[in-house]
């Protein structure tokens, strides 16, 4: 069983990482960051199938163009934006299953292209970012991972989440963080590195360039904040793993793990990643280091997560 160094991990290797977490939790310094996973699991069909219509990364870039297409037709029959998006889409013309996180560069390009386009249309971003979150709650047929989430966070435990939606703070009886004033209340808010939908100014489809941008020093309140998260607290990403679908979650790591190098004579926070048994997921190394938790099914989560809650060993 690999680890973030690509060791072997046993089962007491196991449960230490996983007390180690516990310890975190008491201590009020754990950050759970909720990936695209944990939406596609809370969305899932009555079978626990990804539903066709989830809202995976790629149907979502596919949806930013066929928004263009139909409600943007000056823009979408520009010369140079229609061979931009004819290339766009072409790369984006892959069933989600076979997405690849080898592809990232590609996917991003492809994001720049709709968030250039999109972006000179304030009112439409918008309207599409509507059109795709707005109602999504809706979809919730799996709540068991944002239930336990929610206690958690009762006991305590800051959210965040790399997703636009608004389904964990919607569930859990929260808000967002205001960037704008990110310390105000914010155990009681969940952060949004990326953005959220209502909120079109702040989303980020393209984290390259965003990160690209705070490594020579421009960063902003989110990232800022980011930072400070990652520097000061023990951060598990869950439903991050393979087959999530989301470029811009391997952008934040490699961020990240380069404003770790520039920490000099100060101990690194541990962080970690839940992941099933077969998951090597080894995109996520040589990026930011974390430690590799284990479940044996996506089903076994929040099980998983509800031991964490567990103080008879503390």
Known sequence: MADANGGENTA???????????????????????????????????????HQQSLTWLRLMRS?????????????????????IQKARATLDVPDKQYSEADEAIYLDAAQTLTDILKSFPSSFADWLRQQFQTLDESLTHPEIHNILKRLHQEGVHLMTT???????????LTHVDIS????????????????????NGIVLNSREYYAGASTGKDNPAQSLLRDIFRSKTVLFVGCGP?????????????????????????????YILLRNRDNYREVEGRLPLVKVRVEMVDDIPRWLEGLLETSSL
């Open 12 to 50: 007491r290797q196991q449960r230490e990482f996983a007390q180690q977490i516990r310890i975190a939790r008491k201590k009020g310094s754990l950050v759970i960051c909720a990936g695209a996973g944990v939406q596609l699991f809370a969305t899932a069909d009555a079978s626990g199938r990804i």
């Open 64 to 84: 930013g163009f066929d928004y263009i297409e139909e409600h943007l037709p000056s823009a979408y029959n520009d010369l140079d934006n229609k061979d931009r």
């Open 163 to 173: 997703n636009y939606d608004g389904l964990l703070e919607n569930h859990c009886g």
């Open 181 to 200: 004033h990110p310390a105000e209340d914010g155990n009681n808010r969940v952060f949004h590195p990326h953005g959220e939908w209502e909120h079109p």
């Open 243 to 271: 087959g999530t679908g989301d470029p811009n979650f391997g952008e934040m790591l490699r961020w990240l793990g380069s404003q770790q190098t520039e920490i000099e004579g100060n101990i690194r926070q541990s962080h």
